[in-house]
């Protein structure tokens, strides 16, 4: 229906022209100039945008801000528009002069957001709310909306944990309320909830607002208990428009790690040999043919750069309004080839925005989007079968293929993993997904001062995984897996409000909600292994030896309700209160509902006298809230007594060959399972200065949640394992700093500066009957603990042994009593017992930063651009897992490649913290030299755009230059500082066991309105 109406628009405007063409004297034709200056400052405006509404006549200001149009009528309307600044748009007349002043819109008191179940002014929110509009982010091009919300919005920790291409960011809001459950906040997306970041092009965003205090989140309840990101997409605009974003990027590994030649490499495997009184394994005539390029670099091997590692994005658009009927068409496509061999992401989107105006009090729309993600081998973290990983100890004097060209499997020398071409070419692990949300809306002003609206949607979520292993890319047997999973969602939201003025300075409102939204997922597996022909591969697991078949279904359900109560006394006393009850089918029904109610004042200050007369402030409000957020963050059916199968656990032979399948109790019950309760005060300030040029805000918040659901352990011969219990206590403090500055404002040159800063602490204030948990991970497979969580502790610690360097020939006698030598590890006895083990495990670092900070200039000189956007962590350590193993404090690599391992311990070279080859030598992965600052600063976007003026046939026209991670300033000695392989863990922060390091991005790209 939409092409139908936009062709039917197209030829109504081009019929018009033709007979406006052949029939001049039916409409005269005006040609209108002028000027285009700041309000404020005088100064004019270069590239500002001046074109006729509804037709595609359009011009730019040139460099004296002069503009000149030719309309077609004398009550044509013109639309000016420049970015920073409130559009305008004034109709014509018979005059031939049309001078025009635009007013910065630079943090506009009056400017309405989105809030929630509605919108509000600015100048009126009590709440914590962070806001973005498009403009926010149009000067970096990305393809996932988490890129926007990085380093631009105070309080929100965004990290890229893993490179690889399409891959989801952990998204924390004011720290983590939970140790084991989701810490990810909830996406709203036009009104429908749990919607998909990675499912929705970030060109189709009209604006983003984060909520983060009780009183904010308080309107979705225990949805928002991690805090809530609104999302709205575009709407229809006046006229018809047509647009073009297009971009490409050239994409390279960041650095290279510094990795022991084939010839060092042979020369160390020999030593090591010695040290154990074997014979060497090279010769020299070996190690020559290693000098003369014999070998592998294996980072050359498997990354590919430039046009092989190519990203592409385009996004072609329609929008307008035509007969009360608005439209908004857009179709998104992203192609983007990983810097590994033999990975990509791929993303088809489109979107369908229709809203109606039925009359002067009822409106109405329909929003339908589809998305279509594919990704192949988005390697997670694996020391052993990840070629980014394996590629950093796999021995160099290999070579990358054998004679007949298939991938080398082994060496015998060093990692027992296959090699880096072997687990590139011979896993295959491709996830499709496909996401779609049907949102129908109406709304209904009954009275001036009550209206209903009401929103209802439907989303369906299918994913299919595939993976197939051949056996050269295997230690064990071939593999093929096929997992397929189904979710669907329905919502119905009812809103009706009540807002009234009395007098002349009593603002009354109040909401009242009703949802309910249910939801049912289905999945299904089959795993095959020891495949009888591997070439079949997925297409028939039925050629498997061993085949194993598992499949699953749950439903559940959340109703609600909401009542909020809004005052407002004479522009300068604000008040909100809200109470929202949540039911949920996960708990029992004594505990199902929970009640979470909010408060928050806020007091204008700068509208009472005695501020006025300073002079000072163009605004000034004290803000203050307190109030409950909920947590439901617990599987389905989590408080009911569950059975299990398993062919190891319970197993009768029966034949004395096979085993078979048994049933046996998996999880006892827990009636009293409820929810998790958040409880949060916040108090904010924010200023205005400078005739609104400068402004700040700062909040400062604490948090505790209770209640902690958690799985506690059961004595081992109930056989139980364990229960799902609400038991501990975790808090989080912190406090937010945002500015803006609008530094110059001159002629031809502007220069915007926006900067926020946050820091958060997470301690662990209780855990039920234990002191120390341990939730997390262990070290390379071996099993070794990495991270503890304790009381009084925060979370992210990093637990291990204190390494003080390397045992020296003076202290021989010293070394001895551990049973050690010089050139030996010495770890730090703390208990001072004479023996290291667990009695000396403390903790060594933490993977929390201090600090994030995002810093974002863009200076704009006639019809030139350049934005400048810094952001950086500060004070967090990174467990470097990769170097540890690379320099042999696994099993998994018999000898190190890491260049490190030039600086190891003999008679000469006494003062390193790298030991020497010994037979008596103890080096625990649990290692504190292998903690790192990973604190940094990242030239995250550098773009250099220009606004060609008046080219015909465009409406605007703007190409650009730009670079992402561009520049890392950090101490760190891995690929990336900001990546972990535990990837949205809330315990294991920090941890680089082998991840997929973020690329350096070159782009190209170009922005075109028709």
């Not at 909010?598 to 109030?627: H, P, Q």
Request: net charge negative.
């Amino acid at each position: 229906m939409k092409k139908i109406i936009t062709c039917r628009f197209l030829k109504r405007n081009l019929v018009l022209v033709l007979l406006l063409t052949l029939s001049v004297s039916a409409f005269a034709q005006l040609k209108i100039s002028g000027i285009v200056a700041d309000a404020a400052s005088g100064e004019t405006l270069i590239g500002a945008s001046v074109f006729a509404e509804g037709t595609s006549t359009g011009t730019v200001t040139d460099f004296d801000g002069t503009y000149s149009l030719t309309v077609d009528a004398a009550d044509a309307v013109l639309i000016f528009t420049y970015t920073g600044y409130q559009t305008q748009e004034i109709k014509v007349t018979e005059s031939k002069t049309l001078d025009v002043k635009l007013a910065a819109a630079d943090n506009l008191l009056n400017e309405v957001v989105v809030v929630g179940y509605g919108s509000k002014k600015k100048v009126d929110l009590t709440g914590s709310i962070a806001s973005l509009s498009a403009k926010d982010f149009e000067a970096q091009p990305i393809t996932r909306v988490e890129n926007a919300l990085q380093g631009r919005t105070a309080g929100v920790q965004v990290s890229n944990t893993n490179g690889s291409p399409g891959n989801n960011a952990r998204i924390r809001i004011r720290g983590t309320n939970s140790i084991t459950g989701s810490g990810s906040p909830l996406v709203v997306l036009d009104g429908i909830l749990g919607a998909s970041l990675g499912a929705i092009n970030p060109s189709d965003i009209e604006s983003i607002q984060v909520l983060k205090d009780a009183s904010a989140t308080a309107l979705y309840g225990s949805r928002g208990a991690n805090g809530v990101i609104l999302v709205t997409s575009k709407k229809g605009k006046d006229g018809s428009n047509v647009n073009l974003d297009a971009f490409f990027g050239l994409q390279s590994l960041p650095k290279k790690i510094d990795i022991v030649s084939p010839a060092e490499y042979a020369r160390l495997v020999n030593e090591q040999l010695a040290v154990g009184g074997s014979a060497p394994a090279f010769f020299e005539e070996d190690i020559t043919e290693f000098e003369n390029g014999a070998g592998t670099d294996w980072q050359d091997e498997i990354y590919r750069e430039g046009t092989e590692a190519l990203t592409q994005n385009y996004t072609l658009s329609f929008n307008g309004k035509k007969d009360k009927i608005g439209y908004y068409v857009a179709g998104n496509l992203v192609d983007n080839e990983g810097i590994l061999t033999n990975n990509f992401y791929k993303r088809l989107a489109l979107r369908s925005n229709l809203d109606f105006e039925l009359n002067d009090r009822m409106t109405a729309g329909l929003n339908i989007t589809y998305s279509k993600e594919e990704a192949l081998n988005g390697f997670a973290s694996d020391l052993l079968f990840a070629p980014n990983a394996s590629a950093l100890i796999f021995a160099p004097v290999a070579e990358a293929f054998t004679a007949d060209g298939t991938p080398t499997k082994f060496s015998p020398y060093g990692s027992i993993a296959v090699s880096p071409t072997a687990s590139t070419f011979g896993r295959n692990d491709n996830r499709q997904t496909n996401n779609a949300t049907a949102t129908a809306f109406f709304n209904w002003k009954i009275t001036d001062d009550i209206t209903y609206s009401f929103t209802g949607g439907v989303r369906d979520v299918n994913a299919t995984s595939t993976i197939a292993v051949a056996s050269y890319a295997t230690t064990g047997q071939t593999e093929a897996n096929v997992f397929n999973s189904d979710f669907t969602q329905f919502q119905h939201t009812h809103v009706l409000g009540y807002s009234k003025l009395f007098g002349a300075k009593h603002d009354f409102g109040i909401k009242a909600i009703f949802e309910e939204q249910d939801s049912d997922s289905y999945g299904s597996a089959a795993f095959g292994q020891n495949l009888l022909v591997e070439s079949v591969g997925i297409n028939n697991i039925g050629f498997a030896e061993t085949q194993v078949i598992s499949s699953g279904q749950s439903a559940e359900a959340i109703r609600s309700y909401v009542g909020r109560v809004e005052y407002e006394f004479d522009d300068k006393y604000l008040f909100t209160g809200t109470v929202r009850a949540d039911g949920s089918s996960k708990f029992p029904e004594a505990n199902r509902f929970g009640v979470f109610p909010s408060v928050a004042a806020a007091w204008r200050l700068s509208e009472e006298g005695f501020i006025k007369d300073l002079g000072i402030f163009d605004n000034l409000k004290l803000r203050a809230s307190y109030g409950q957020v909920g947590n439901q963050a617990i599987s389905p059916y989590s408080s009911l007594a569950l059975l299990q199968t398993s062919p190891t656990a319970f197993n009768p032979v029966l034949d004395n060959t096979a085993p078979v399948i048994g049933i046996a109790p998996g999880r006892a019950a827990n009636p009293n399972l409820r929810w998790e309760t958040t409880t949060q005060t916040d108090i904010g300030i924010d200023f205005g200065f400078m005739d609104g040029r400068l402004t700040a805000g700062f909040d400062y918040y604490t948090k505790t949640t209770s209640d902690l659901l958690l799985f506690v352990s059961t004595p081992t011969y109930t056989g139980l394992g364990a229960v799902l219990q609400n038991v501990g206590e975790i808090g989080n403090k912190g406090f937010e700093v945002d500015l803006g500055y609008l530094a110059l404002n001159r002629e031809d040159l502007r220069w915007d500066i926006a900067f926020n800063l946050a820091a958060n602490k997470t301690t662990v204030l209780d855990i039920g009957n234990n002191d120390v948990i341990f939730p997390g991970r262990g070290f390379a497979g071996s099993g070794s603990l990495l991270s503890r969580v304790e009381v009084g502790g925060e979370l992210g610690n990093f637990v291990g042994y204190i390494n003080d360097g390397t045992w020296n020939t003076d202290e021989e006698s010293e070394a001895a009593v551990y049973g050690l030598q010089p050139g030996d590890t010495k770890y730090r006895d703390l208990n001072e017992d004479g023996v290291i083990n667990e009695e000396d495990v403390t903790i060594i670092g933490n993977g929390a930063p201090d600090l994030i900070w995002g810093l974002n200039n863009t200076v704009s000189y006639k019809g030139f651009e350049l934005n400048i956007f810094l952001q950086s962590m500060m004070g967090q350590d990174v467990f470097n897992v990769q170097r540890a193993v690379m320099m042999g404090t696994s099993g998994d690599v018999k000898t190190p490649t890491h260049g490190d391992i030039r600086d190891r311990w003999t008679p000469t070279n006494q003062d390193t913290d790298t030991p020497a080859f010994s037979s008596t030598n103890f080096q625990a992965p649990e290692d504190s030299r292998f903690i790192e600052d990973a604190s940094f600063i990242r030239l995250r976007n550098v773009r250099l755009g220009y606004t060609v003026p008046a080219v015909k046939g465009f409406k605007s026209l703007t190409v650009y230059v730009s670079g992402q991670n561009l520049l890392t300033f950090t101490d760190y000695k891995g690929y990336d500082p900001e990546v972990s392989g535990a990837g949205d863990s809330n315990v294991d922060l920090g941890i680089d066991n082998g991840t997929y390091p973020n690329p350096k991005v070159i782009t190209f790209g170009v922005n075109a309105g028709f």
